[in-house]
């Protein structure tokens, strides 16, 4: 297919009595731009605001929106970017930004979008209506089942949000709503909010954020920490002050920092993913919000979702076990078997023989993998 630069990702949709969920192949689209998909790690940066929002996007990462091919954005949507600085990067940035307010939901893919592939997954109805409860336009359910297990900041804008009130009710929907995460606290996502309305400096900050967060106990009484590992208010310097560059160094550097904390957690907790495998592990994840599941996504599940394990596995390592006499022979023989087996299991197929193809490869490395490959 003949590729194009439209930014849309996703969103909800309208196709008669169904209300869909749209994912656009941008993703995949601009993993084949990224140097080296396997090895590199993505960060993903989620902007929410309007006029605000799209100012910061242009002066952080040269974001601009692509008037040539679209005038309007239609409400709701959620569009993805990389910023091309870091393409090269061991940690390229991924941006999502979607405009408020929403108001309306798509009534169908515009015709300006039949040039890429957008897969519509159709959300079961229950007892005659949507088990996915989706309001008008409403990208929330978006953020908090899809967007939370996979970002690495969300930044709200509070002057196109509506304040700090309509931030903490934003945050007070996901935290009421979302489902609780597979993964460690250390490693969910963090919130910024970025503010005009109060001096910068880091006591200024600090005493907005005491505000924001009695703010949100008024609207919930769910644990932040359930769904967000940590959260930060940014002050900007008044406009036309400065350059509008110098006006936003702050926040990139509050964002880079943000993110090398959870991107340094998720590395300990073994749950940094190489572009490649960010990718589809998302659309694992599209499947999984489509089927209105009640168990939280589970990326162990879906990293086995094409090699599932066998539902006589128990049985076959009994069998085994019972022809083991002594102890001696569990701890030596059986034992060493079956965990690398089951270690060997979790590889896809050739993996050791590429191992050993590397030219680089320690002879530590070489002997594990010829003891898999005997297993």
Not at 6 to 22: E, K, M, Q, V
Not at 148 to 155: G, H, I, S, T, W
Not at 163 to 187: C, D, I, K, Y
Not at 307 to 325: C, G, Q, T, V, W
Request: hydrophobic share 35%; proline share 6%; charged share 25%.
């Amino acid at each position: 297919m003949k590729r194009c630069d439209h930014t849309h990702w996703l969103s909800f949709g309208t196709y008669g009595n169904d209300t869909c969920l749209l994912e656009s192949d941008r993703l995949q689209t601009l993993t084949h731009q990224i140097q080296d998909p396997d090895t590199q790690q993505p960060r993903l940066f989620v902007l929410i605001g309007n006029g605000s929002k799209s100012q910061a996007l242009r002066e952080l990462f040269g974001i601009k929106k692509r008037r040539k091919f679209r005038s309007k954005r239609d409400a709701g949507e959620i569009h993805l970017h990389l910023d091309p600085s870091t393409i090269f990067h061991s940690r390229p940035i991924l941006l999502a930004d979607s405009d408020l307010p929403q108001q309306n939901l798509r009534g169908g893919v515009p015709a300006a979008d039949k040039c890429h592939e957008t897969i519509r997954r159709a959300l079961p109805r229950v007892g005659g209506g949507l088990s996915h409860d989706v309001p008008d336009g409403s990208t929330d359910k978006i953020y908090y089942h899809l967007l939370l297990p996979f970002a690495d900041v969300f930044c709200f804008f509070s002057a196109d949000v509506g304040g700090f009130r309509q931030v903490a009710r934003h945050l007070a929907v996901w935290l009421e709503n979302a489902q609780l995460s597979t993964l460690p606290r250390n490693t969910r996502p963090r919130v910024v909010i970025v503010t005009e309305k109060i001096p910068p400096g880091a006591e200024r900050e600090k005493e907005a954020i005491k505000a924001f967060l009695w703010l949100l106990r008024e609207e919930t009484t769910r644990d932040l920490s359930e769904q967000i590992s940590d959260i930060h208010v940014v002050a900007l310097l008044p406009d036309r002050r400065i350059s509008p560059k110098a006006r936003y160094r702050h926040l990139k550097e509050r964002l880079l920092n943000e993110s090398d904390e959870v991107q340094n957690n998720r590395e300990i907790n073994r749950t940094l993913f190489s572009v490649t495998h960010f990718a589809a592990l998302f659309t694992y994840a599209c499947d999984h919000f489509s089927q209105a599941s009640e168990e939280p996504f589970d990326f162990i599940k879906a990293s086995r979702k094409q090699n599932p394990i066998a539902k006589d596995l128990a049985e076959h390592i009994s069998i085994f076990l019972k022809r083991i006499k002594s102890a001696k022979e569990l701890t030596e023989f059986a034992a060493p078997i079956i965990a690398s087996s089951i270690l060997l299991d979790n590889y896809p197929p050739d993996t050791h023989g590429k191992l050993l193809s590397l030219p680089n490869s320690p002879p530590q490395k070489i002997r594990e993998s010829n003891l898999l490959a005997s297993v």
